[in-house]
């Protein structure tokens, strides 16, 4: 029997057209007319003062590391529960990791639990909005303006999703997205930084230009450009770009299409979470999720790894997450904790994601259904 695999990167049929006219064009280095579409879309989408596209969401941290100035003996507040890049652009500037424990609900920051973990070095605080669900912005945006640090906000999930209308990664100071092959909207690789504070825009757009002011040399604001501060080659090519304009174009389509297999998914194992055999995801009333991904929460971690051997046996590419920052090798090297985790700890031994993309058939979602229904009947 075919696999239903995890992710199967959804293509609108436009893509190659969008490509054919980079070619033509003759442009083929970042920041052309495909790359300012997309920084327009964004813009409107996101409604933030301004959108730069990079190579990757891991590229649009790093990039707001150096806008924030960021450097040794910092330390930026985040999630444990988060991917790599969200601790590495900021160890790569010499600051340290603080982890802080996750909501049971929502597995988003414990914004209760974020104060306690300032100290005088304190410079940022880093929310991942997991799956696309909001973290609590209002308390963490007011906790970091009267204690003066930064919000940068870590959407790479986050895409078209929001929290009480507002756009995610429009909150903080600075967003950054990802439109890696895994994400809703996609070009292979790619991310996005989107600035929110007007008064970082001049600067962001230096530091993505590896540090010159190429960009007001191109629009006559300069009679030559030179190198005036940190930066970073960080724009994609104009190829990317046009794959990505292809995306956006349908990407109202493509969340559509994600959330009826997120819905379905939800409405199936209502039961088994009355039943207290998995725990479905909660998404908050305040907040509007993009249906990035689903997972299940199963009740130990025994049950959990049994349940992905028994799937995979079946054909079903379902997949565990995040092994927690504070527990790795590097986690231990360059962080540090704010009291215990134990929810990050929990959870993220008994977490299972099931495969989702766009268009996927209703056959797919109806087998993947049934294949939870099975191992979990069988006691595990």
């Keep these: 029997m075919e696999r239903v695999p995890f992710n199967l990167p959804y293509v609108t049929g436009r893509e190659c057209?969008?490509?054919?006219?980079?070619?033509?064009?003759?442009?083929l280095s970042g920041n052309g007319p495909f790359t300012a579409m997309c920084q327009a879309w964004l813009q409107r989408r996101v409604a933030c003062a301004s959108a730069f596209l990079v190579q990757s969401c891991t590229a649009a941290l790093e990039m707001a590391s150096l806008l924030a100035d960021v450097g040794a003996g910092d330390?930026?507040?985040?999630?444990?529960?988060?991917?790599?890049?969200?601790a590495n652009a900021f160890v790569a500037r010499g600051a340290t990791p603080v982890f802080?424990?996750?909501?049971?609900?929502?597995?988003?920051?414990?914004?209760?639990?974020?104060?306690?973990?300032?100290?005088?070095?304190?410079?940022?605080?880093?929310?991942?909005?997991?799956?696309?669900?909001?973290?609590?912005?209002?308390?963490?945006?007011?906790?970091?303006?009267?204690?003066?640090?930064?919000?940068?906000?870590?959407?790479?999930?986050?895409?078209?999703?929001?929290?009480?209308t507002r756009p995610?990664?429009?909150?903080?100071?600075?967003?950054?997205?990802?439109?890696?092959?895994?994400?809703?909207?996609?070009?292979?690789?790619?991310?996005?930084?989107?600035?929110n504070d007007p008064r970082l825009s001049a600067r962001a757009e230096i530091v993505w230009q590896?540090?010159?002011?190429?960009?007001?040399?191109?629009?006559?604001?300069?009679?030559?450009?030179?190198?005036?501060?940190?930066?970073?080659?960080?724009?994609?090519?104009?190829i990317t770009a046009a794959f990505l304009s292809a995306q956006m174009e349908q990407a109202d389509e493509i969340g559509q299409s994600r959330l009826e297999v997120w819905a379905r998914y939800h409405q199936a194992f209502a039961d088994l979470e009355a039943e207290r055999r998995l725990r479905?995801?909660?998404?908050?009333?305040?907040?509007?999720?993009?249906?990035?991904?689903?997972?299940?929460?199963?009740?130990?971690?025994?049950?959990?790894?049994?349940?992905?051997?028994?799937?995979?046996?079946?054909?079903?590419?379902a997949i565990f997450h995040y092994v927690p920052l504070h527990s790795s090798p590097a986690g231990r090297r360059y962080g540090r904790t704010a009291g215990?985790?134990?929810?990050?700890?929990?959870?993220?031994?008994?977490?299972?994601?099931?495969?989702?993309?766009?268009?996927?058939?209703?056959?797919?979602?109806?087998?993947?259904?049934?294949a939870i229904r099975e191992v979990l009947s069988k006691g595990i």
């Excluded at 057209?17 to 442009?27: F, L, P, S, V």
């Excluded at 330390?75 to 969200?86: A, C, N, Q, Y």
């Excluded at 639990?113 to 909001?134: C, L, N, S």
């Excluded at 299940?296 to 051997?309: F, I, K, S, Y």
């Design 168 to 195: 995610l990664g429009s909150l903080g100071h600075l967003g950054a997205v990802s439109f890696h092959e895994t994400k809703n909207v996609s070009s292979g690789e790619g991310g996005a930084l989107l600035v």
């Design 340 to 370: 215990a985790l134990p929810v990050t700890d929990d959870v993220s031994g008994r977490l299972l994601r099931l495969p989702l993309w766009a268009k996927m058939p209703g056959e797919a979602v109806a087998r993947v259904i049934a």
């Design 100 to 164: 802080v424990d996750i909501r049971p609900d929502t597995l988003n920051l414990d914004e209760q639990q974020i104060e306690q973990a300032f100290t005088p070095r304190t410079k940022a605080i880093v929310p991942v909005h997991y799956a696309g669900v909001a973290c609590e912005m209002d308390a963490i945006l007011a906790l970091a303006d009267r204690r003066g640090a930064m919000v940068i906000e870590d959407a790479a999930q986050g895409l078209l999703a929001s929290y009480k």
């Design 75 to 86: 330390e930026i507040i985040m999630p444990s529960f988060t991917f790599v890049s969200t």
């Design 210 to 238: 590896k540090g010159t002011n190429r960009s007001q040399f191109a629009r006559g604001e300069v009679d030559k450009y030179t190198w005036v501060d940190v930066g970073s080659s960080f724009l994609p090519s104009e």
């Design 280 to 317: 479905r995801p909660v998404v908050p009333h305040e907040c509007t999720h993009n249906a990035h991904l689903y997972y299940v929460l199963l009740p130990t971690r025994r049950a959990r790894d049994a349940a992905l051997e028994r799937l995979n046996a079946r054909g079903i590419n």
């Design 17 to 27: 057209d969008r490509i054919r006219e980079a070619i033509a064009n003759r442009q």
